[in-house]
């Protein structure tokens, strides 16, 4: 069955009826492009830039990230590219930025973007190699933070962007109190791209390293799915993106209902790409809405999964 719902997977992303739905990959470099461009994707809806700064002693020198994000920006000439600033600290621990003090809790400490305020010139010197690498390039390059958590720290990166030289910046939703206030942070960046793995690991406090948690770490989770509502229609009322970049984005079922949610792009991991835009073209928003709707209403993560099956025929 499988086989045959990858028969129809060809061209970009979009339902049945035609509602574009943007189908972008997730990367970690340039290593990745081979696999995004023959999977077809649109783009790349997130850019793990901690990759470039794993597994050594220091940091990349402007140069070397210049050329990083260069070579990611031409390979999608015609596209979006939406680049994440260095996500350091939790279960991304990097050596030469150790958090400034003792973590009990690491994914509640010092990461992301905090871990950013506290080492300003890490930031300005990733926007500046980000700005540079695009200047003279068609691509379209969007930038946003991880782990932002209020509009406050939203402006404060918008700002930093603009004064880099970039015209696009936007936030991860990951946080709850991120999505609950998504009106607020809405009119101070262009987009907004949820990243479900930690969203669902915050809302349902559930750690997200430890495998025994699962059933809890689940995007299925309707609290999790109200809050991907939450956003996307503060977005949308805002007339901006609100695409997702977590893993449920490329589970083809929760793809649909994403879309029905309301949300306009989805990114993934390249392998996942055909699966979810088959699904999607065989489906209309409509269905895809009926989905969402039917999963808001179950009072579980399993009863949701169970509640779309009959508004998306055409999954096998
Ligand atoms: C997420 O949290 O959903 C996400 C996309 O980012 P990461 O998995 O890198 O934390
Ligand atoms: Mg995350």
């Known amino acids: 069955a499988r ?3 990858l028969e129809d997977a060809t061209g970009p992303g979009a339902t049945k009826d035609g509602h574009k739905v943007p189908l972008l990959a997730n990367i970690g470099g340039p290593k990745d492009l081979e696999a995004a461009l023959e999977h077809g ?3 790349v809806g997130l850019y793990r830039t901690e990759f470039l700064f794993l597994d050594r002693s220091t940091p990349p020198t402007d140069a070397e990230q210049e050329d990083a994000y260069r070579k990611v920006l031409e390979a999608f000439p015609d596209g979006r590219v939406v680049v994440r600033t260095l996500d350091a600290g939790a279960d991304k621990p990097l050596a030469f930025l ?7 809790n690491p994914a509640l400490g010092e990461r992301g973007l905090r871990m950013m305020r506290h080492h300003p010139d890490f930031m300005s010197a990733q926007l500046g190699a980000l700005a540079r ?17 209020d509009a406050d720290e939203a402006a404060y990166f918008a700002a930093a962007c603009r004064e880099a030289g970039i015209d696009y910046p936007g936030v991860m939703i990951e946080v709850p109190a991120a999505a609950l206030r998504a009106q607020d942070i809405a009119a101070e960046v262009e987009f907004f791209s949820i990243g479900t793995n930690d969203l669902t690991q915050y809302t349902c406090a559930a750690d997200r390293q430890i495998g025994g948690l699962a059933a809890l770490q689940d995007p299925w989770q309707p609290a999790v799915l109200d809050l991907v509502a939450l956003s996307a229609s503060a977005a949308g009322e805002a007339g901006k993106s609100c695409g997702v970049c977590g893993e449920a984005a490329g589970d083809p079922v929760l793809a649909c209902v994403l879309v029905g949610l309301g949300v306009t792009s989805l990114s993934m991991s390249a392998p996942s790409l055909a699966l979810v835009r088959a699904a999607l073209a065989r489906h209309t928003l409509d269905e895809c809405r009926q989905a969402a709707e039917a999963a808001r ?16 025929p055409a999954l096998p």
Not at 98 to 104: F, I, N, T
Not at 133 to 149: D, N
């Open 98 to 104: 150790p958090p400034p003090g003792e973590e009990p």
């Open 133 to 149: 690498a695009a200047s003279g390039l068609p691509a379209k390059l969007e930038v946003m933070a991880p782990m932002v958590t």
């Open 297 to 312: 209403s179950a009072r579980t993560a399993e009863a949701a999964r169970a509640a779309v099956r009959p508004h998306l």
């Open 3 to 5: 086989a045959a719902l």
């Open 41 to 43: 994707a649109e783009g």
